[in-house]
C-alpha cells in the first residue's frame, strides 16, 4: 500500500493532464467546428451540382447536341458552341502544350543559377495571379487590332494559351523534378550530349506528369468564359458554323452559356443554360478522368 | 534544391555541339515568351488606357463619385469617377473574404491536423473538384438558387435580383479551395517537432493548431488570404451574372453593383469601337484591377519571405 499509493497518484496525474476537467467538451467542440466547416464547401457542391442536374437533365437529349442556336428554347441547341469549344482546345492545346513544357525545360534543366532566371520565376508567379479578364485585353489589344487577327478564333485561342502557360510550366516542372538526378548523370556518362538525356530518357520519363499537368490545364480552359468573350467569341446566333474557320467569330460553351443566363425568358435562363451546363461539366469531367487515369497508370515513384 | 535545381543539374552546362545551342535557345525563348507576355500586357494596359486618360483629367477619375462613361465628354450626365466600380468589387470581395476566411482555414486546420489519412484522401479530392468548377457555372447557380434563397429570407425588397450578397457569398466559396489549400500547405510544413514538444507538456490537439501551429505558419496563411482576396477582385463571370451591372457606391450587399471587371465584359459586350473612348475605358478599368492585383501577388510574396521561419 505504501508502495502503491505514489504510483496510483502519478498514474491520476499524468491522466489528469491527458484529460483536465471540461477541457473534453471544448476539444470535441473545436472538432466539430472545423468539421463543419470543412463540410460546408463539400455541402456547396453537392447542392450545386443536384440543382444543376435537377434543371438541366429535363432538357437535355441528342438533338440539344446536334442542333444550332434557335429562337425557341425547345429547339435550342449547342452545336456551334460546342465544336467551338472543341477547336479552342485543339488549338491551345498545339501552343501552350509545347512552349510551356518548353520553358518548363529551360527552366528546370538548363538555365544557369542567375538574377535572370529568378526573374523569370517571380514572373511566372506573378502571371499566375493575373484575372483571366486581363489576358482577354491582352489579346483584345495585340490579336485582335495591334495583329489584325480580329474577333476571332485566333486570338481566343491565343488568350487562353497564355493564361494557362504558367500553370503548365509550374506542373511540368514538378514532373521534371520527380526525375532522379542519377538518371542524367548516367546518360551524360554514357556519353549522351545534354539534349539527348533530357529528349530520350528525362523527358519521357516525366511524361505522365506533364501529360495530366496539361490536360488539367486545359480543362480549366475550356471552362473560362471571361478571357474568350473579350477577345472575340460572340453568342451562337451570330456565330460561325464552322469552326475550322479561325478567323470568323465563334461561339464557346461557357460564352454560350453567359448568354443564356442572361436572357429574360425562363426557359432560356434556367432549363438551357443549365442543360448547356451539363453538357460542360460531362466535358471536364471526362478531362478530368483521362487525366487520373494518367497519373495513376503510368506514374512511378523513384 | 529548394528552388529549383539548376545548380545541382548535371545537364546545365554548355555542350559545344551546334544543334545543341539551337535546341537550348528555342528552349530559353519559351521562357522568355513569359517576360514578353507581362510586357505586352502592360505596354497595352498603358497604351490604351493613356489615350482614355488624354482626354479624361485623372482627378476626375479619382475623385468623381459616377461611372457614366456612355457618350461624348462633356455631354450631360457622362462622369468617369471609378470610385463606385471599385467600391462594387471592394464589397463583394469583401463578402467573399467573410465567407472564405473561416471555411477556408477550418478546412485546413482539419485537414492538416484532425483528420485522418483516409478522410483527408477522400475530402482533398473533392476540393479539387470545388476549385475546377466554371465559374459561369457557379454565377448560374448565385442568380438562380442563391438569390432567391436570400430573397426568401430577407425578403425580395433588402435583396435586388441582382446583388452583391449572392455574388460574394459564392466568389467567397470559390475561393475556398485556394485559401483551404495553401494555408494547408503552410501547417504541414510546421516542423513535427514542435507538435510532439507541445503534445509532450501535455497540450491537448485544439492547443497545439490554436498556440503552436497556427502562429508557425501565419506568413503563409496569410499569404494564402492574400492570393485568394487577390481571385475574388479578379473574378469575372460570377459577378457579371449575379451582381448586375449598375455601378453603385454603396455597402449594402442587398443591393446591386458593378465590379470592375463586370464593367469590362458589359463594355466589350457593346462592342465599342475601337478609338471611341467607351472602348478605351475598359483598358483604364483593366489597369487599375491589373495594378491591385499586382499588388497583392507582391505583398503576399513578400510576407511568405519576410516572415517565414526557417526551422533546422
Known amino acids: 500500500m505504501g508502495l502503491s499509493t505514489p504510483a496510483a497518484a502519478s498514474h491520476r496525474a499524468l491522466a489528469d493532464l491527458r484529460r483536465p476537467r471540461g477541457r473534453r467538451a471544448t476539444e470535441a467542440a473545436a472538432h466539430a467546428v472545423l468539421l463543419v466547416a470543412t463540410l460546408a464547401g463539400i455541402g456547396f457542391l453537392a447542392v450545386l451540382l443536384a440543382d444543376i442536374l435537377r434543371d438541366g437533365v429535363p432538357r437535355l437529349d441528342l438533338d440539344f447536341l446536334i442542333s444550332y442556336s434557335s429562337r425557341h428554347p425547345e429547339q435550342f441547341g449547342v452545336l456551334s458552341s460546342l465544336t467551338g469549344t472543341l477547336s479552342l482546345m485543339v488549338l491551345v492545346a498545339l501552343f501552350s502544350f509545347p512552349v510551356g513544357v518548353g520553358a ?89 550530349t545534354p539534349w539527348q538525356v533530357t529528349y530520350r530518357q528525362v523527358l519521357p520519363m516525366a511524361m505522365p506528369g506533364v501529360m495530366t499537368g496539361t490536360i488539367l490545364a486545359l480543362s480549366r480552359a475550356i471552362g473560362e468564359a471571361a478571357p474568350v468573350l473579350v477577345a472575340g467569341a460572340v453568342f451562337s446566333r451570330r456565330a460561325t458554323n464552322e469552326p475550322w474557320k479561325m478567323g470568323e467569330a465563334f461561339a464557346a460553351m461557357p460564352v454560350q452559356i453567359f448568354d443564356l443566363v442572361k436572357r429574360p425568358q425562363h426557359a432560356f435562363q434556367i432549363e438551357v443554360a443549365a442543360a448547356g451546363i451539363v453538357v460542360l461539366l460531362g466535358a471536364l469531367l471526362l478531362m478530368n478522368a483521362v487525366a487520373i487515369v494518367l497519373r495513376n497508370r503510368y506514374s512511378r515513384r523513384w | 534544391m529548394s528552388r529549383g535545381t539548376a545548380r545541382a543539374n548535371p545537364l546545365a552546362r554548355s555542350s559545344g555541339r551546334p544543334g545543341e545551342k539551337v535546341v537550348l535557345g528555342l528552349l530559353f525563348a519559351c521562357g522568355a515568351l513569359s517576360i514578353v507576355t507581362t510586357v505586352a500586357i502592360v505596354a497595352v494596359l498603358l497604351v490604351e488606357g493613356s489615350a482614355f486618360f488624354g482626354s479624361i483629367s485623372l482627378v476626375e477619375f479619382v475623385t468623381d463619385t459616377r461611372w457614366q462613361p456612355f457618350g461624348e465628354p462633356g455631354s450631360a450626365g457622362f462622369r468617369v469617377g471609378i470610385a463606385p466600380l471599385v467600391a462594387g468589387t471592394l464589397l463583394v470581395t469583401g463578402i467573399g473574404l467573410v465567407v472564405a476566411v473561416p471555411l477556408g482555414l477550418g478546412t485546413a486546420m482539419y485537414l492538416s491536423e484532425y483528420a485522418r489519412p483516409r478522410a483527408r484522401a477522400i475530402l482533398k479530392p473533392i476540393l479539387e473538384v470545388l476549385a475546377g468548377v466554371p465559374t459561369v457555372v457557379l454565377g448560374f447557380f448565385a442568380l438562380t438558387f442563391v438569390t432567391p434563397l436570400l430573397q426568401d429570407i430577407f425578403g425580395a425588397r433588402t435583396i435586388d435580383i441582382y446583388n452583391a450578397g449572392s455574388a460574394g457569398i459564392v466568389v467567397g466559396l470559390m475561393i475556398v479551395p485556394t485559401i483551404a489549400s495553401l494555408s494547408e500547405d503552410a501547417m504541414s510544413a510546421v516542423p513535427r517537432e514542435l507538435r510532439e514538444a507541445a503534445y509532450g507538456v501535455g497540450a491537448t490537439t485544439r492547443q497545439v493548431v490554436a498556440r503552436v501551429v497556427f502562429p508557425a505558419a501565419l506568413s503563409g496563411i496569410v499569404a494564402a488570404v492574400i492570393l485568394g482576396m487577390g481571385r475574388a477582385i479578379g473574378e469575372t463571370m460570377i459577378v457579371s451574372i449575379a451582381a448586375g451591372n449598375l455601378p453603385t457606391l454603396t455597402v449594402m450587399p442587398g443591393a446591386q453593383v458593378q465590379t470592375m471587371t463586370a464593367y469590362i465584359v458589359q463594355a466589350v459586350g457593346g462592342e465599342s469601337a475601337r478609338g471611341s473612348l467607351t472602348y478605351q475605358s475598359i483598358f483604364a478599368v483593366g489597369l487599375v484591377l491589373f495594378a491591385m492585383t499586382l499588388a497583392l501577388n507582391v505583398v503576399a510574396q513578400r510576407v511568405v519571405r519576410r516572415f517565414t521561419q526557417e526551422y533546422g
Not at chain 1, 520565376?121 to 495571379?129: D, F, T
Not at chain 1, 485585353?137 to 494557362?164: D, E, H, K, T
Open chain 1, 104 to 192: 518548363a525545360l529551360y527552366l528546370q534543366e538548363f538555365a544557369p543559377d542567375n538574377r535572370f532566371t529568378r526573374l523569370l520565376q517571380v514572373n511566372i508567379a506573378n502571371l499566375a495571379g493575373v484575372p483571366s479578364v486581363v489576358y482577354g485585353l491582352l489579346a483584345a489589344g495585340v490579336f485582335v487590332y495591334f495583329l489584325g487577327f480580329g474577333r476571332s478564333l485566333f486570338s481566343g485561342a491565343m488568350a487562353l494559351s497564355l493564361l494557362i502557360l504558367p500553370v503548365i510550366i509550374v506542373a511540368s516542372r514538378e514532373a521534371l523534378r520527380a526525375v532522379p538526378t542519377s538518371i542524367r548523370e548516367a546518360g551524360l556518362a554514357l556519353g549522351a
